[in-house]
RNA sequence: GGCGGUGUAGCUCAGUUGGCUAGAGCAUACGGUUCAUACCCGUAGUGUCCUGGGUUCGAAUCCCAGUGCCGCCA
């Protein structure tokens, strides 16, 4: 199966450095993450390029504002991107940044041929200039106020000599290019979209700029810089040599796929292979675009508080857990939502109790019945369904991997481990470990289950590394892809170990994930008297005061409410015992709508007050009579 | 404004070329079990399959119109 004739090349789109990383580009640095370690596992030789895109107007002006050094400012902020890639242990082979100087020249050498070729040109540029979002905008595409229709900034009047880059010219080929290779572009929508672009044609585009110098100069004009893009996207070929080192480019080039956004798919997927025509180099065989990511069902942004380092997810949640929760979560490709509620759903389920309990318990019981793994010996029916389901889940792990397919994968994973509970059950060691004469049996089934675990150990490794590594080490084989399949477990001494995922109790745990809205939420809107006269409130006394079984928190109080019986049920079992309760005169919610809880109906409200763990129950300052109206 | 996608159980979604009483997971209720992280296993549900019309023996699935959400372009 090894064969380093075969190689992989991958890469995520290079970051711009002026704005933080969040969960949105380490979601497509993740997933480019689990693609490289897979083909690595598969025996690819593989290279996974990563970095920055550091040149353009907006980061010498906000390098200006901060009165530093452009070049010192992108090197701390460039900083920033490469610790976080290593604190979610990201396996890049190479980080590169446009500033870099092997791809400064590789660009212009790029540039250059283009030129000879023909398909650069000189002319005359007369528009409006978007700093912000480095983009032009000719006069129909503004209003009369002269904002940027994308981001409705002020836009800037640029008059000067450009260069061109003869991209009409490429409608044609590209077309026939998107015909002949249905899978250029994923997923199909988003090829739709750029076929539709080029059935409209498409127009040269200014490449050069004069007014501003951060940028790689033309070799054969020095008083333009190119556009940032365009220096930013012939990364892919200078990561790997081009120009420069040519065994090494001829080895990965074409790259098999670039990772990258919607929002800059056309770059991607048109001006991308028009330039690499150009200079007569083969295109990339797949570009993906993925959806973006909502946080809590709201769009990434530093006003909303939401914009969170991957950082705190993972000191709170282990980047296994929120590694997991992305992949399987999200269908790739599509927008999705990066829930906190749901992760914790996942964490709960699918690792603590599926995953975790199932290695937890067959792992306990290997050492309770043997001094290591027992032999395996006659097969009965289960063991044949357990082996069946095996065997397919590796077939459909393979195929769904190698399509992007990581939710489907990790379903088709889970199910195995479904099964594998259920094999338990129905197999129920712990009778057979009463019966001597059962030993034998016992000993397989047991091996079946740390079979299977070794097989799900491989196949989540290039998912979940350190949880895939934590369990081959506790039952002491190999990680090694070749070994998939049934029975090819070797004897050895296993280690049971602590619980893999520790289940997050949800009454308890405080999310990590600050909304700046919850904060504005709890002022809650203004009412008039007339809303608040809707609320009845009276004075009642507790007769009657009882725990509710199997609820800590829960009470059952019974009231004097002016000479009526009510009963209710109240959360404050934490805080007050019953019998302190009894005689004492509280508040009530008299007309709140009858609910139950835990199956015990409850006729009203009491209020108290609550700070964070601390709660009073309201009282009033004296004496008064029950049934007594508040207002 | 043009084009495209999407709307299925409380939640997240699956539903291949139209075909048996519409599915899964989570959550809920009840039962079983005890090796295990109050875990696992089983059972039970609930759905105007966005709305209205049409094609058909038969439509969540195809066609038309409307509507909500989303995307691409202008």
Request: aromatic share 10%; proline share 4%.
């Amino acid at each position: 199966m090894k064969d380093l004739s075969k190689t992989f090349y991958v890469t995520t789109p290079i970051y711009y450095v002026n704005s933080d990383p969040h969960i949105g580009s380490a979601y497509t640095t993740i997933v480019a993450d689990v693609v490289a370690r897979y083909k690595r596992m598969m025996g690819y030789d593989t290279f996974f390029l990563t970095g920055t895109d550091e040149h353009g107007q907006k980061i010498m002006r906000a390098a200006k504002e901060k009165g530093m050094d452009t070049k010192k400012f992108v090197d701390d902020l460039a900083q920033r991107f490469i610790q976080l890639w290593k604190d979610l242990e990201i396996s890049n082979d190479l980080f590169i940044r446009t500033t870099d100087d092997y791809h400064v020249k590789t660009v212009q050498e790029f540039f250059q041929k283009m030129y000879e070729k023909g398909d650069i040109y000189l002319g005359k540029y007369e528009g409006w200039y978007c700093v912000h979002d480095e983009t032009f905008w000719t006069e129909k595409d503004i209003g009369p106020d002269k904002l940027c229709p994308v981001c409705h900034r002020p836009l800037e009047h640029v008059e000067e000599e450009n260069y061109f880059f003869r991209l009409s010219k490429y409608t044609k080929p590209l077309l026939d290019h998107f015909r002949s290779h249905p899978d250029f572009v994923e997923p199909d929508f988003r090829r739709n979209e750029m076929i539709k672009i080029l059935e409209e044609g498409l127009e040269d585009i200014s490449v050069s700029r004069t007014s501003f110098d951060w940028g790689i100069p033309l070799p054969f004009d020095k008083k333009h810089v190119i556009y940032v893009w365009f220096d930013a996207l012939i990364n892919y070929v200078s990561a790997v040599g081009y120009g420069r080192d040519d065994e090494k480019f001829k080895k990965y080039w074409p790259a098999d796929v670039h990772f990258v956004g919607k929002e800059i798919n056309r770059f991607h997927s048109l001006i991308w292979p028009a330039m690499l025509m150009s200079v007569g180099l083969p295109l990339p065989k797949k570009i993906f675009a993925h959806g973006w990511l909502t946080v809590n069902g709201e769009k990434i942004s530093k006003s909303k508080g939401n914009a969170v380092d991957p950082r705190v997810l993972v000191k709170a949640y282990g980047l296994d857990a929120v590694k997991y929760y992305l992949l399987r979560d999200i269908t790739f490709g599509n927008d999705g939502d990066f829930s906190e509620d749901n992760l914790i759903v996942r964490i709960n389920a699918d690792l603590a109790n599926d995953l975790g309990n199932l290695v937890h318990r067959t792992l306990s019981m290997v050492n309770q019945n043997f001094e290591e793994i027992p032999d395996p010996s006659k097969e009965e029916k289960i063991d044949d369904d357990l082996k069946d389901l095996l065997s397919r889940t590796i077939n459909d792990y393979f195929s769904y991997m190698d399509s992007f397919k990581f939710t489907e994968a990790l379903i088709s994973i889970w199910n195995l481990v479904k099964f594998s509970n259920k094999y338990i059950d129905m197999t129920e060691p712990w009778l057979l470990a009463r019966d001597p004469s059962k030993k034998e049996r016992l000993g397989t089934v047991l091996y079946n289950l740390v079979d299977v675990i070794r097989n799900i150990s491989i196949m989540i490794s290039p998912i979940m590394v350190k949880t895939s590594k934590s369990l081959i080490d506790r039952i002491n084989q190999d990680l090694d892809v070749n070994m998939l399949g049934w029975h090819k477990t070797e004897k050895a001494k296993i280690e049971v170990g602590e619980p893999l995922f520790p289940r997050i109790d949800t009454k308890v745990w405080k999310k990590v994930i600050k909304m700046a809205e919850t904060e504005e939420n709890q002022k809650k809107a203004e009412i008039s008297i007339e809303d608040f006269a809707k609320i009845d409130l009276r004075v009642a006394r507790i007769k009657k005061a009882e725990r509710i079984p199997k609820s800590e928190k829960l009470v059952k109080l019974i009231l004097d409410v002016g000479g009526e019986e009510r009963q209710i049920v109240t959360g404050i079992g934490l805080v007050y015992t019953p019998e302190s309760l009894i005689g004492r005169e509280i508040i009530i919610i008299y007309n709140l709508k009858p609910t139950k809880l835990m199956g015990v109906e409850s006729n009203g409200m009491l209020l108290a007050a609550k700070d964070g763990e601390k709660l009073r129950i309201l009282t009033v300052d004296g004496f008064v009579e029950t049934g007594a109206k508040i207002s």
